[in-house]
């Protein structure tokens, strides 16, 4: 089971952007499809983007496409949501997740970092 730790979370404005980073232990870390998902209080977790192990295919949820842009860097073991154009819908608990790629589980799993948008 991969390590995961997210930061890079915090409070900002509407309009503004953060980017949340997710760091992983182990160099097989490579050959795991990540995704990230948010839960906000009193809500179910929803799934926000995915990549690849390869980096190559890459998958956005409808309520943040053209706003978050997901990538990873397989030799620093980190995966990466860069989050633009914020809006206060966009306030929830981040994580990142990840999966080996014939698993269809995500089961490894951060902690979770904190994003707030102010109105």
């Known amino acids: 089971q991969v390590q995961l730790v997210e930061s890079g979370g915090g409070l900002v404005q509407a309009g503004g952007s953060l980017r949340l980073s997710c760091a992983a232990s182990?160099?097989?870390?490579?050959?795991?499809?990540v995704g990230w998902f948010r839960q906000a209080p009193g809500e179910e977790r929803e799934f926000v983007a995915a990549?690849?192990?390869?980096?190559?295919?890459?998958y956005d949820a409808d309520s943040v496409k053209g706003r978050f842009t997901i990538s990873r860097d397989n030799a620093k073991n980190t995966v990466y949501l860069q989050m633009n154009s914020l809006k206060p819908e966009d306030t929830a608990v981040y994580y990142c997740?990840?999966?080996?790629?014939?698993?269809?589980?995500?089961?490894?799993w951060g902690q979770g970092t904190q994003v707030t948008v102010s109105s």
């Open positions: 990549i690849s192990w390869s980096g190559g295919s890459t």
């Open positions: 182990g160099p097989t870390f490579s050959r795991y499809n």
């Open positions: 997740a990840a999966r080996r790629a014939a698993s269809p589980k995500y089961d490894s």
